[in-house]
């Protein structure tokens, strides 16, 4: 059974860090594509970042690029969102999502977070003094 556990949450300062780990099991997650995504109170979910299976590939949303990293670790099966810089405005339920139909980061996919067909559960950031 396909399986994603989001961790690393929490509250934080404007300014601080986060790291959050997207660890999966029931599959071989090396293979697939990832992408973290965000949905705040009241807002349509978005995408955050995507990494391809190799991770040779990202994609980052305009708000994040610079601040927020994705990387993975396939002997882990895990992969990380390094969250740096952080605003209140990235105060949100971040959900990691795979699909077993992509290694690289379509379009398609970065458009359309509604296509991705597994999700994790969601971790809660919230970044306020």
């Known amino acids: 059974q396909v399986h994603l556990v989001e961790s690393g949450g929490g509250l934080v300062q404007p300014g601080g860090s986060l790291t959050l780990s997207c660890r999966a099991s029931?599959?071989?997650?090396?293979?697939?594509?990832v992408g973290w995504f965000r949905q705040a109170p009241g807002k349509q979910r978005e995408v955050v970042a995507c990494?391809?299976?190799?991770?040779?590939?990202?994609h980052y949303a305009d708000s994040v690029l610079g601040r927020f990293p994705i990387s993975r670790d396939n002997t882990k099966n895990t992969v990380y969102l390094q969250m740096n810089s952080l605003k209140p405005e990235d105060t949100a339920v971040y959900y990691c999502?795979?699909?077993?139909?992509?290694?690289?980061?379509?379009?398609?996919?970065?458009?359309?977070?509604?296509?991705?067909?597994?999700w994790g559960q969601g971790t809660q950031v919230t970044v306020s003094s």
């Open positions: 999502a795979t699909d077993f139909e992509i290694r690289t980061i379509p379009p398609q996919w970065v458009r359309n977070w509604h296509i991705w067909d597994y």
């Open positions: 029931g599959f071989i997650s090396r293979y697939v594509a």
């Open positions: 990494i391809s299976s190799s991770g040779g590939s990202t």
